[in-house]
DNA sequence: ATAGGGGTAGAC
DNA sequence: GTCTACCCCTAT
């Protein structure tokens, strides 16, 4: 920054500010609250500093923003009890909302606290599983327990050996509803088991069973059928093996003595077949053909997919082709688990609207976003053209940086989606406001660039709003008061309002854009 | 018959 | 643990 813009910022900084004279009490222009006022002479750093004179003590002192001493917040007008909270214009809603990287915060957990977990886990703890007496039920926990988990659950649990009647429970309920049935048989209320899950049970059969597990992956190499084969073919499952307790494998009297006398029942779910290209291409054919008609597309000769049922047509179409599912109106398939957002991909900078202000993006409708994100994940051959990016949005404005009138409390705020028009941040592109601080010619407010700040100033505002989206914002007049060299403790302005306000020439001139123009 | 909204189980 | 083909259920 050169000398003579040095001088020029200095000299906008300590002007008064034109749409806000300091005599008159202001209203905010949108929701015309009072603003923040200004005593005569008494410079905004002074007010700052002398906190003390502001802040009489009645409740605790509010938590300053870490970082930068230099940076102190304006002082808040006290805030009546039970005021309600203004609505703000649509056009600014959400702005107050925390940036997008907030996220790297630790969430809010009901969970317990891990030192409580430790805590409990250091206690003499009972004696571990494997230790006790082979006994029926002897690790067992009351259901409930297992099911509410506690702190100490979650600390590594130990190894959890079945108990015999968990075992008969599995194999009573295999033989009733068939290998793989796992959950039904977890959830059947006849069968009992110590916090098991599905694929316990699978596990646990697999160990028990492993030539009739074994005849599921392939019908034809095995398969004793419970009790026709015969026992322990390749495996050690004597009587006397069992006995000295060797093997878990069951023996065909095992067996019968539990009641089952007949070949465990096959999963009546089919065998996966992984989809090939050739199938792909004809789904595909087959939709633009038919349509929805998944019946229709099973039984087209041409298409050879009678194999597929017609819900794994729908199925592959909606997973393989969600674009082109979703242009037929059809919904995706929603997302069960939904992921958590990809902050990397706030910052892409591979986005199709290169533009300062796209360090976020404005989030398709979900069909769409669910769309191009399942796009992404499939391999293979490239699906048509993807939905484009819809548009972006301006980045957020921390709300530290906007005035928002006096009714606010920090602690009163929630957050709200945003909805900001673009227009906001574009207005300093407009050709006929061209000046010296308009550096990207993009069009856009690009932040400290934009605003040429000395580099003092620009390093200690960027540092103080560290929590700011990257590269997106103008800075807090908190910030900018803090900066003493500038040795303006006495008038500041806010800087949205002096931008744009110097003429090509470098003179000042022109006109201060109050909120109100700045939004309209 | 199909849509929608998932759940499940097995492969990896 | 993740992915995904297959499955299920209800509504239309």
């Given amino acids: 920054m050169t000398d003579r813009q040095h ?32 005593g005569h002479n008494s410079g905004l750093a002074r007010i700052h500093l002398d906190t003390d004179a502001h802040n009489p003590g009645d409740r605790p002192a509010k938590r300053r923003r870490t970082g930068d001493a230099k940076s102190l917040d304006l002082p808040k007008l006290p805030v009546r009890q039970g005021t309600k909270r203004l609505r703000i214009p649509p056009t600014l809603t959400g702005l107050h909302q925390p940036p997008p990287n907030a996220g790297l915060l630790p969430s809010i957990s009901t969970e317990q606290p891990v030192a409580l977990a430790e805590r409990a886990a250091s206690k003499p703890a009972p004696v571990a599983v494997d230790a006790t007496p082979p006994t029926a039920g002897r690790d067992s926990v009351p259901e409930s327990a297992s099911a509410a988990r506690t702190p100490t659950h979650l600390a590594k649990s130990k190894r959890k050996r079945w108990s015999d009647e968990e075992t008969a429970c599995l194999l009573k309920g295999v033989s009733r509803f068939g290998i793989g049935s796992w959950t039904k048989i977890l959830k059947c209320s006849e ?111 041409d298409l050879r997919l009678e ?76 699906t048509s053209a993807r939905v484009p990016h819809q548009a972006t949005v301006p980045p957020l404005l921390p709300y530290d940086s906007v005035f928002w009138g006096a009714p606010f409390d920090e602690e009163d705020l929630d957050y709200e989606p945003i909805t900001l028009d673009r227009g906001i941040l574009d207005w300093p592109g407009d050709a006929s406001k061209q000046s010296f601080f308009d550096h990207s010619r993009s069009g856009a407010i690009e932040s400290l660039v934009s605003l040429r700040l000395p580099e003092p100033m620009a390093a200690s505002v960027s540092h103080s709003m560290s929590h700011a989206l990257t590269g997106s914002v103008l800075p807090s007049v908190a910030s900018i008061t803090a900066v003493p060299q500038f040795g303006m403790d006495d008038q500041l302005e806010l800087p949205s309002l002096m931008i744009g306000a110097l003429e090509p020439d470098g003179r000042a001139g022109g006109h201060f854009l109050g909120f109100d123009e700045l939004l309209s």
């Fill in 7 to 38: 001088v020029l910022v200095r000299h906008l900084i300590s002007r008064p500010n034109p749409i806000e004279p300091q005599s008159v009490p202001q209203r905010h222009p949108l929701n015309g609250t009072p603003q923040l006022a200004k």
């Fill in 191 to 301: 069968y009992g088991f110590d916090g098991r899950t599905a694929l316990d049970l699978k596990d646990r059969f697999r160990i028990c069973c492993p030539d009739d597990y074994r005849s599921t992956k392939h019908p034809r190499s095995g398969g004793r059928g419970a009790v026709e084969a015969e026992d322990g073919a390749g495996t050690d499952t004597s009587d006397a093996a069992i006995k000295s307790g060797t093997t878990v494998h069951k023996s065909r009297v095992e067996l019968r003595e539990l009641g089952i006398n007949q070949p465990f029942a096959q999963n009546k779910r089919r065998k996966r077949h992984a989809y090939s290209v050739e199938e792909d291409e004809a789904i595909l054919r087959g939709f633009r053909k038919y349509g929805n008609a998944w019946a229709a597309i099973r039984v087209d000769d």
């Fill in 307 to 382: 194999h597929r049922t017609a819900t794994d047509l729908r199925d592959r179409m909606r997973t393989r082709y969600p674009e082109e599912y979703a242009k037929a109106g059809l919904a995706p398939r929603p997302e069960v688990f939904p992921k958590p957002p990809d902050r990397g991909r706030d910052i892409d900078n591979s986005t199709t609207e290169p533009s300062p202000t796209t360090a976020s993006r404005k989030r398709a409708p979900r069909s769409i976003a669910l769309a191009a994100e399942k796009a992404d994940d499939v391999p293979q051959k490239p």
